[in-house]
């Protein structure tokens, strides 16, 4: 049987292939790559770049400022769309290549897909060991880029152009699949790269691509809907499968419908609306006291599209009932199993779905659903006077947040990810929709947080996109702040500067450290630097401001509404105070021996509390 073919390099093969993959959102038919970061070198500006070139006008390009960076944003753009749609970033070999890896552990991490197209060294070897190959003495198949193999959820080294057809086919599924979602790494050997090949035209044929929604396997479903009628404290987990199921409504109408109070994770924060009277908050290690209250008493946890990490579970030691069942709603049967959980492979929505039909007419009791909302109430009170306008000299985080939320809230988007903002944020802030809390803590990666906002941003350009971060994460990474200018992507970044890594020094000071190495002023220095973070921010285009107290800083927010550009506001504050109220105790491990009495006496508490985690 003949084949129409039509001879395109692999790099023209790879770049048509994409333009023809497309998804359904809303009834709408849409290209599902929303565009390419690329940044050029010898390893791709030939092949690649050449390629890209020939569908720019179908297929955006964008040029970011480094690798890590525009890989970032990538990967938050496909957090932004639900994982309906994602994008591609392309290197050159070597240092490029490598400045990659720690996204793809972060896309990993948090089950979100991005494609990585590294370039690599040549296949025919010739011209080896050409400029930034890395020579492995021992096996002549190695290079840099096999880092990625255990942060990639598929690996491919292209090493002759007809591969590049398997090759994607496996990638569209891999990025599509509601449970093996992550990130695809294909290795392009740059000679291959300009190789030619006749392509058979079928090929290219467009592809839309759906959302699959497992159904739950009947006995699983039986099992899990006959703990929640027995229960008489049930709570619900929403993890962030919760949004990219789409699933916000499904999970209000089964929580007001059977009165289970839901409990957010960092990634599922949003599923819920703030206001929502069966939203208790965040739990966990930066709990709400209403939720960490309910999940201490639980006899039954429904965890929807969560990862149960150590921040939900309290390390293992938050869920104080003998009694405790928990049910593993996930499309992933390695997270619905974990911690011998009854496990309900599926949708979150269809399973959320089939649980309110077989549930019809049963409620929780009264007592806990009204004491649910009760410790919500007081909770409240306590997040108000936490996040309440003040004049002093150096306000807290709490005290920034609020002033944010007032000026900026709403329906704005909040962006963040890493240091003690993440812990505030949980418990403090308050959003109205689903994706207008966008917070990174799957692996908490200092410097996601401008180059997240300008992904975010591409994928909801008509959102108010807000960035919060201290003073460490952007001095590990602001370059893409020049990119949101190019791109007229308008950010509104908001720099906490705390004098150094202030939440890392209050974790060395609750395990019994000195002040050592962490806030500025604590490390060996002749001189410590006067860091104008406004004239910096400035430098790089941005109208930026500094402000001197709370009132400045919400002038400043109201003020940058109007700016056309990306904005940056940075404020002084306060690197050891947090909300006190809410919180569990997290699993650090603290030295056994030391000279030093203040490590000796917690040691003493660890032990003590280590003894309330329940394994196994």
């Known amino acids: ?6 001879r395109l390099t692999m790099a023209q093969a790879l770049a048509r292939f994409l333009t ?8 709408q038919i849409v290209p599902i790559f929303g565009g390419v970061f690329a940044i050029f070198g010898h390893g791709n500006v030939a092949g690649i770049g050449e390629a890209l070139h020939g569908i720019k006008d179908v297929l955006p390009t964008y040029r970011g400022q480094n690798e890590q960076g525009m890989a970032n944003a990538a990967v938050a753009y496909a957090k932004a ?3 309906q749609r994602f994008m591609v970033c392309t290197t050159s070999i070597g240092p490029g290549a490598l400045n990659m890896v720690t996204s793809a552990a972060l896309a990993h991490v948090n089950r979100l897909p991005v494609l990585l197209l590294p370039g690599d060294v040549f296949a025919n070897r010739r011209p080896d060991p050409v400029l930034q190959q890395a020579e492995d003495f021992g096996d002549g198949t190695t290079t840099v880029n096999d880092c990625f193999r255990p942060v990639s959820r598929y690996f491919d080294r292209i090493t002759r152009p007809e591969q590049i057809m398997p090759a994607l086919h496996r990638a569209m599924q891999v990025l599509t699949d509601p449970s093996e979602c992550g990130p695809v790494t294909l290795s392009l050997c740059q000679d291959v ?17 759906r959302q699959r929604r497992p159904m739950p ?17 049930p709570v619900i987990i929403a993890g962030g499968g919760v949004l990219y199921s789409q699933a916000s409504g499904a999970l209000a109408r089964f929580a007001e419908t059977h009165g289970i109070p839901v409990l957010e994770t960092q990634a599922g924060k949003s599923s819920l609306p703030h206001a929502h009277p069966m ?12 939720s960490n209250r309910l999940a201490e008493q639980a006899d039954v946890v429904l965890a929807v599209g969560s990862r149960l990490q150590d921040f939900t579970t309290g390390s293992w030691a938050l869920f104080k009932n003998d009694g405790l069942k928990i049910i593993g709603l996930n499309t992933q049967v390695f997270d619905a199993a974990k911690h011998r959980a009854l496990p309900l492979v599926a949708d979150a929505r269809v399973g959320l779905e089939a649980l309110d039909a077989a549930l019809l007419g049963w409620e929780a009791d009264k007592a806990w659903t009204n004491g649910a909302r009760d410790g919500k109430a007081d909770w409240l009170h306590a997040a108000d006077k936490a996040t309440a306008a003040t004049n002093v000299a150096l306000p807290s985080d709490g005290q920034v947040i609020g002033a944010v939320q007032r000026a900026r809230g709403g329906d704005s988007v909040l962006v963040c990810a890493s240091g003690g903002l993440p812990g505030e944020l949980h418990k403090l802030w308050q959003p109205n929709g689903p994706g207008t809390y966008h917070m990174e803590y799957g692996f908490s990666t200092m410097g996601y947080e401008i180059a997240g906002g300008l992904g975010v941003k591409l994928a909801r350009p008509n959102d108010d996109v807000i960035v919060m971060l201290g003073d460490g994460s952007y001095m590990m990474m602001n370059s893409e702040i020049v990119s949101s200018i190019m791109l007229g992507a308008k950010l509104t970044i908001v ?31 002749v001189e410590l630097p006067g860091i104008d973070f406004a004239a910096h921010a400035r430098a790089m285009g941005a109208v930026a401001r500094k402000v001197g107290s709370i009132a400045d800083l919400e002038a400043a927010l109201h003020e940058a509404k109007g700016d056309e550009r990306t904005s940056v506001i940075v404020i002084d504050t306060d690197p050891l105070i947090t909300t006190d109220e809410g919180g569990h ?29 329940v394994l196994g």
């Not at 049987?1 to 039509?6: E, F």
């Not at 023809?20 to 009834?27: A, P, R, V």
């Not at 939203?279 to 209403?290: E, K, P, Q, R, Y």
């Open 1 to 6: 049987m003949s084949q129409k073919t039509v």
């Open 495 to 525: 720099v906490l500067d705390n004098g150094g890594f202030g939440c890392i020094n209050r974790l060395q000071m609750a395990t019994g450290g000195a002040n050592f190495n962490n806030l500025l002023a604590d490390t060996r220095h």
């Open 81 to 83: 769309s639900f994982r």
């Open 279 to 290: 939203n208790m908050g965040s739990v966990g290690v930066t709990g709400t006291s209403a």
């Open 217 to 233: 396997d009947a006995d699983e479903f039986a099992e899990a809907a006959a703990a929640l009628l027995q229960a008489k404290k």
């Open 193 to 209: 790269q300009a190789e030619a090949y006749d392509y058979p035209e079928q090929f290219f044929a467009e592809k839309v691509w």
């Open 20 to 27: 023809m993959q497309k998804t359904e959102i809303d009834g």
């Open 585 to 613: 105790w997290w699993d650090v491990a603290v030295p056994e021996v030391s000279v030093r009495p203040s490590v000796n006496a917690a040691r003493a508490e660890y032990v003590k509390a280590i003894k309330a985690q």
